[in-house]
Nanobody, 128 residues
Framework: QVQLVESGGGLVQAGGSLRLSCAAS????????MAWFRQAPGKEREFVAAISWSGGATNYAGSVKGRFTISRDNTKNSVYLQMNSLEPEDTAVYYC?????????????????????WGQGTQVTVSS
């Protein structure tokens, strides 16, 4: 059974930084795109960033571009999200996800609806 476990969330002041980690177990996800999503209270889940299987291609939501960096280490079956210049609007539960179906193996990107493995989330709270 595949498990994605996020860590690194917490409380930080505006302008600060956090680094989220997501470790996968139960299956190697190194050949699939992975992504981070977030959900703020009372809002729908939204896309944050995605990374290709090799790490060579990345994509970001406009609201985080230039502030967040997604990366991965396939030797550790892990993906990361470095978040800088955090704003109160970044407050949310952050989830990592993998598009681990055959159609997206060795793919650069996957449609958001194609992410089929999800972590339990980690809370990020940014105070003003």
């Amino acid at each position: 059974q595949v498990q994605l476990v996020e860590s690194g969330g917490g409380l930080v002041q505006a302008g600060g930084s956090l680094r989220l980690s997501c470790a996968a177990s139960g299956r190697t996800l190194s050949t699939y795109p992975m992504a981070w999503f977030r959900q703020a209270p009372g809002k729908e889940r939204e896309f944050v960033a995605a990374i290709s299987w090799s790490g060579g291609a990345t994509n970001y939501a406009g609201s985080v571009k230039g502030r967040f960096t997604i990366s991965r280490d396939n030797t550790k079956n892990s993906v990361y999200l470095q978040m800088n210049s955090l704003e109160p609007e970044d407050t949310a539960v952050y989830y990592c996800a993998a598009a681990a179906s055959l159609a997206y193996r060795y793919g650069n990107y996957a449609p958001q609806t194609s992410y089929n493995y999800w972590g339990q989330g980690t809370q990020v709270t940014v105070s003003s």
